[in-house]
């Protein structure tokens, strides 16, 4: 008789459907529903954005802390981050400047801060941290993180030496950066990024033209908005003595990553392996008959520095099978499979509209995910 499965389950979330955590235990539901003796390590992730502070709370137990502060548009929010043992707080940026925290018929990517960011950070520094991973995705904004720097005691004003409005929108009047008030703390601080995005700050591959149009900017935004970055960023080189616009990761969260990198000196890294080391996934992976991965749209995209590219490279590393669980399926999905995904199904059974799919995630992760298992098994008793 064969041992019992091994079976890892770490998908990330389907975005206004099911949080990563819920989707891992769908995931379980099902299998055990055909492998109750499998032993089954439930392993949350996310890519820096959304859930990012729910996976790494789930891997290594930190208790989640939440303060009352301001979202992209300056209204009342409270967001959570988490501080971990080591003295390292790990901050979601989109709890504090999401989109989805605000409605489609009042974004205003003009003017959407990172303000409320910046405070997330002074409260992680007021605790004691010594090492802050800023998680960026999801984001409301695109001010190139100066809303985050305002908070941390950066002046940008403008020629009549005020200081400029909150959003991208009054960058175009910056005329000075003075840094005689940024929080000492600061430079006594190792800072982490963790994105999916690689992009550069300005241009046709940078924050304004891939990312706001999706924040509610029209084309003639766009070009006012990647306008607005550049002339920031030449301003920043001059204050700082360094360009860093065109550094991987810049354009990250509407140009946070930007400030980031130009003024914390902060260092890069794919969101996903940031949350893959807290969990520990790669020796669990190791142990695996089977890895169970999902996100709530599969393409072509997918394995471009999303959170199913990492889990991917580590099963293709220590050759274990890993099928993806999707909300719906690209006509171009198919090219996953060169990338180490051994096979995708969608949720769907039959035809289902979106809003029936999202409304029923979780009943169809689990009859999917038991139908995977039971096709599993009858392979391996058939060796």
């Known amino acids: 008789m064969s041992e019992p499965l091994y ?8 975005k206004e459907s099911l949080s990563s955590s819920g989707v891992a235990q769908a995931i379980a539901d099902g299998i055990k529903k055909v492998a109750p003796d499998a032993t089954l390590v439930l392993m949350p992730m996310a890519d820096g954005g959304e859930g990012t502070v729910e996976a790494i709370a789930s891997s290594t137990g930190a208790s989640r ?38 409605a489609e018929d009042q974004r205003d ?34 001010d190139g993180g100066a809303g985050l720097l305002n908070a941390l005691g950066i002046r940008l004003l403008d020629k ?5 409005a909150q959003g991208p929108a009054a960058l175009y009047d910056l005329a000075s950066i003075d840094l005689s008030d940024l929080d000492p703390r600061v430079a006594d601080t190792e800072w982490l990024i963790a994105s999916d995005v690689n992009n550069p700050l300005c241009g046709e591959h940078g924050a304004s033209a891939i990312f ?29 003595g360094h360009d860093v616009r065109e550094q991987p990761g810049a354009g990250a969260a ?10 914390l000196e902060a260092t890069f890294k794919p969101g996903v392996e940031v949350v893959a080391e807290y969990a520990g996934l790669d020796e669990h992976v190791q142990q695996a008959d089977l890895v169970i991965t999902g996100e709530g749209r599969l393409d072509a995209q997918t394995l471009r520095g999303k959170t199913i590219a990492g ?20 006509e171009d999905y198919t090219q996953v499979y060169e990338g180490g995904i051994t096979a995708a ?24 995910s038991r139908d995977i298992v039971a096709v599993f098994l009858a392979g391996r008793r058939g060796r």
């Open 7 to 14: 079976i890892v389950i770490a998908p990330d979330s389907f």
């Open 65 to 102: 802390q939440t303060l009352e502060t301001v979202n992209a548009l300056g209204e009342p929010t409270s967001a959570a981050w988490i501080m971990l043992q080591d003295n390292t707080a790990v901050i979601e940026m989109a709890s504090a400047a999401g989109l989805e925290q605000i």
């Open 109 to 142: 990517v003009r003017r959407a801060s990172t303000y409320g960011v910046g405070q997330l950070v002074c409260a992680a520094l007021d605790q004691g941290a010594r090492r802050i991973v800023l998680g960026l995705g999801g984001s409301a904004t695109n």
């Open 160 to 164: 009549a030496g005020q200081p400029l």
């Open 212 to 240: 706001g149009p999706q924040k509610g900017a029209s084309p003639d935004d766009v070009r006012f908005l990647d306008a607005a970055l550049s002339h920031f960023a030449d301003m920043t080189a001059k204050a700082t």
């Open 254 to 263: 509407g140009g946070l990553g930007f400030a980031a990198l130009a003024y």
């Open 311 to 330: 889990i991917a490279a580590l099963t293709q590393k220590h050759q274990v099978p890993l099928i993806a669980l999707a909300g719906s399926l690209h």
């Open 345 to 368: 199904f969608s949720l769907p059974c039959g035809p289902m509209s979106l809003k029936d799919t999202m409304q029923q995630t979780r009943q169809l992760l689990i009859q999917r």
